[in-house]
């Protein structure tokens, strides 16, 4: 006889497995696949000898290794904190007290994925809204889903994120007195996940004018999501629109060293309003009172040696070359393919890749015919939110260059060609062998 | 002017700064003092070889290393679930299959306070009602007060959880009606968190039964928190509670690596049935979507090694060591206190200090006495959470021999036994100098 059935709470009813498991099954059950899908970091430059050689000289040193070893704070390694500012300050041209901050502003999370969770449940009630583009990162999605917040979604064109429309919705918000339901407007604003688009400098200013004429009696807060800016190779130096919140008071700027360094190390930061920054922290107590204190010391050892930044100016020409490759292989498969459009992104690992009339979701004929030709996508509508009438668009591909090798990078798109022309040749969907 | 105010969550409306963070300043501000207020462990212990042995041998090949600084799972690396789950079955002297288990039931976590954490927040709805000892850890009270959830305590003697009480108390909530909001039963059963005490055979297997007993609508959850298992020294061998639950219905058992190892490596795990573990793994994905997965590395290779485990047969040997001087000194300074009791662990590093008529509050007179003459300890209130008409021991204290030195524990004691008699002889309370 089954046990009785468990009485879950309204969370946990309203979370639901990631799309994406599907695809990494998928990937991982088909041999021989080039997956374009899998948001992982290239392998072949995973910086081994750098954190061999930082734990080495961690681990020699019985005291640093205790340190290193006994339980940090929920706060983060205050010398951790401080290279971390001194990074961001660094991209952006100033120095902290510009910008109002000191080491103290900044908290270390378990990558930034659990910063975006912290804010999450410190914000929203069920019901609330976030504003976001459109498409965003999905996995921010499925959180939203979890916390019982609405998405509202503005959408992007190559300077990235609309203000213009974001003012709009603002305003009919507040006409329809929905105003202070709005938290956060989230934005993932260097060569975002999933589009590889970057917000122009004009429109980091003015997001945050906006969020301010509207934080009339309440505060909305804009969540920038710099994941990837330290993987620019190409295009102008962007200041962050934390810069442009002189007071601290608006801005929640988070990133990772999962990009430009290591992922296995799972350690991510944000610097944030002291307001902002003491809840999350009250909470964090409760998750785990402080991420892995090993990681942060050994990026901390990294960033003091020059390694880390070695590192990360190694992978910029690493995701260059991958990128140009997956230019030059779309150019070449698809010149002749009038359907097909792709942006090119500056940074980071993502192409977004548009096809005129093809179904590329979970349920159209794109993901079995490139199962069958041998590479996987992610379908661009996990990046978008169903509009009121339940619309949204299906015609999308997320491709990364991530994982994929270089020799992987070309047969892959030689192979999306040929699913693509299975599709429009109209061959009847058929399951792919062996899955 | 200052910005307009943030509109915060419920959530985080109801979570307010651990109790204990005030003690851990006083503790950092206060040259010299002897603590045996922070639930840190023994530094000189900690496997800063092993650890660099591990990361050596893991970093040394390229492979081994780019698969450690990659992304993991969200589940946890598939090997070291195996080598956990083989870690809890030999300690019960069982084969995972007689208790229905494969490594696919085992989860990894950020520590054990991840789980705990994300178990409050798939199971509790604000006024769902959890059953804990009184007293208990109280990281968890805390927890729970995030998650809305009402604390009722059932009282605890030399063998543990008193479980008729247990029964008797579900019978109540059956008879008033509240047995649907009662979701989960915690129990730290081996060497408490905060009072040493462990919970004997006999009443192990009640608990199981009575859990099964009161899940006739829906299942009662018992939650078996066994962080300080490994640190046993004396005493019987005990199985787990969740052995007792062959078919993996109704005990979540969870457990760390930061006791018995490091806990600079944030690892901890949890073995727990297959529609508990789900919707765990669902809210992880939001979380973080997996934990350090180089720690996880780490810990694997060590187990495999059987550093692991020789470094665990040493630790046991460190912890004894540090009772019995704590114990030998409370014996020699408190004999002839006669309002002075404590208990004697058989491992974990807790001793519970109960002081007849001496309010040992952070608003009674010892705290200040006993910072005065340069120790520190917990209060016993902060495990227990008020009865019905506010009421709750405030006579207790948690004393921690897990960070202090062989020397700090025989003085700190010395110190103890000094506040003690200033507080008896009435000396009038005084904040101590520099503080
Ligand atoms: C836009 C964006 N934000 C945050 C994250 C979270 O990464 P991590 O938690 O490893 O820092 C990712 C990972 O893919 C991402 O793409
Ligand atoms: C009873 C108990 N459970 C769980 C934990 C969590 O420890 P960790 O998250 O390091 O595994 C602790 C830590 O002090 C504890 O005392």
Tied chains: 1, 2.
């Excluded at 954190?51 to 205050?78: C, F, K, N, W």
């Excluded at 892995?292 to 590192?311: F, I, K």
């Excluded at 990128?323 to 002749?336: P, V």
């Excluded at 619309?391 to 990364?400: A, D, G, S, T, V």
Aim: glycine letters at 8%; one cysteine or more; charged letters at 20%.
């Amino acid at each position: 006889m089954p046990p009785a059935p468990l009485s879950r709470s309204g969370k946990s009813r309203r979370t639901t497995d990631s799309p994406i498991t599907y695809f990494i099954k998928k990937a991982l059950e088909t041999p021989g696949l080039v997956s374009f899908a899998a948001g992982l970091v290239d392998e072949g430059s995973l910086p081994v000898d750098e954190v061999r050689a930082a734990a080495t000289e961690i681990l020699s040193d019985p005291r640093a290794g205790q340190t290193a070893l006994q339980y940090g704070s929920t706060h983060g390694m205050p010398e951790l904190r401080r290279q971390v500012l001194d990074l961001v300050c660094g991209l952006d041209g100033v120095n902290p007290s510009d910008l109002n901050l000191t080491p103290n502003d900044v908290c270390i999370t378990t990558g930034s994925q659990q910063l975006l969770y912290l804010l999450g449940e410190v914000m929203f009630d069920p019901g609330d809204i976030v504003i976001s583009e459109a498409p965003s990162y999905f996995v921010y999605h499925s959180l939203l889903q979890s916390h019982g917040a609405e998405v509202l979604t503005v959408p992007m064109d190559e300077h990235g994120m609309d203000v213009d429309a974001l003012d709009a919705l603002l305003d009919r918000l507040r006409r329809s007195g929905d105003l202070p339901r709005v938290k956060v407007i989230y934005t993932v604003d260097y060569f975002q996940n999933p589009t590889g688009l970057t917000l122009s400098l004009e429109r980091r200013k003015r997001l945050v004018e906006i969020a301010k004429r509207y934080s009339t009696a309440h505060r909305i807060l804009i969540l920038e999501d710099a994941a990837y800016r330290e993987l620019k190779f190409s295009g102008p130096d962007l200041p962050s629109i934390k810069s442009f919140d002189p007071a601290n008071e608006f801005v929640v700027y988070t990133s990772t060293f999962s990009k430009p360094c290591a992922p296995g190390l799972k350690t991510g930061y944000a610097i944030l309003p002291p307001d902002v920054l003491a809840p999350i922290l009250h909470l964090k107590g409760s998750h785990d009172f402080g991420s892995t204190n090993l990681s942060q010391h050994l990026l901390s050892r990294m960033m003091a040696s020059g390694a880390y930044q070695a590192h990360a100016e190694k992978l910029r020409t690493v995701y260059r070359n991958k990128r140009d490759l997956m230019l030059s292989a779309l150019e070449s498969e698809f010149r002749d393919f009038p359907a097909a459009r792709w942006t090119v992104p500056d940074g980071g690992f993502y192409v977004w890749f548009t096809l005129d009339g093809v179904d590329t979701g979970p349920n159209g004929p794109l993901v079995p015919a490139a199962l069958e030709a041998g590479v996987l996508y992610v379908p661009g509508e996990f990046g978008h939110v169903p509009d009121a009438n339940g619309h949204m668009p299906k015609n999308e591909c997320r491709l990364c260059y991530g994982v994929a090798t270089e020799p992987e990078i070309t047969e892959g798109i030689r192979r999306l060609r040929k699913a693509c022309a299975a599709v429009a040749a109209g061959k009847p969907k058929k399951e792919p062998v062996g899955v």
